[in-house]
């Protein structure tokens, strides 16, 4: 698996772009895609899409998008008979003649039972930095996107969340990144404020775009306010 590509507002100026050009185009599904299990052999049919589009798409500071009608398939699915999970990327076995809407969403509670799995089994290197920041993303997903009633995170989740950031931002080569307002952010929601401010210290501010300094004061003022949660980009 190639390393994911997760620079904040790289991906945000890019969404941007997309939005611009497929707003008006009709979500239209394709003909399911087909994965098998590797451990039971169990196939499932995914969702796959002729044609999308990010209206009403929702931005955040984890740097997840959130379109309605361009929805993505899960990297990682859960077997529904053996319960063992796998990469989807690596598990294609054609296509079907039906269409579906699945996805293969993983929970949070998922998320940290295929952590822990692909950990005992070993996995390490760029896929494992992909799952750390996943089950970050599911994390936030959880508590703060999606939960209709507030939960409060318990003691084990929050120092999950935080061991998967600080995992991330250890392995993931941050040398290409130019501005890495993405790094300053995760180390604001681990609460880890001192390593957040040094990130930010170290961004050349008048050498950012309009849109990378709303971010960047966002940060900011949240991290001098000592506030952790996650946040809804303004675009």
Known sequence: MKKIILLLTVIL?????????????????????????????????????????????EYWSDNKRIAPMLPHVSPVQKCPNCGKYFFEHKN?????????????????????????QFQAEGLDGDEMTNIQFWVV???NDYFYRNSIISVKPSEEDYQLFSEMVVGFIESFDWKPVKHPLLKAELYREAN?????????????YDDLEDFEKSIF???????????????KLSV
């Open 217 to 231: 004061n966002d940060i900011k003022r949240r991290m001098e306010s000592n506030d952790n949660i996650v946040f």
């Open 13 to 57: 100026a890019m969404s941007l772009t997309i939005n611009s050009k497929t707003e008006n185009t009709t979500m239209i599904p394709g003909n399911a895609e087909i994965v098998k299990c590797p451990y039971c052999g169990t196939e499932k049919e995914l969702m796959t899409l002729i044609s999308g589009n990010t209206f009403d798409a």
């Open 137 to 139: 993303q599911s994390y």
């Open 192 to 204: 880890c404020m001192k390593e957040c401010k040094e990130v930010l210290e170290s961004i050349p």
């Open 92 to 116: 294609r076995h054609g296509e079907s003649k039906n269409t579906s809407f699945d996805c293969g969403e993983l929970t949070f509670s998922e998320w940290k039972e295929a952590y822990k």
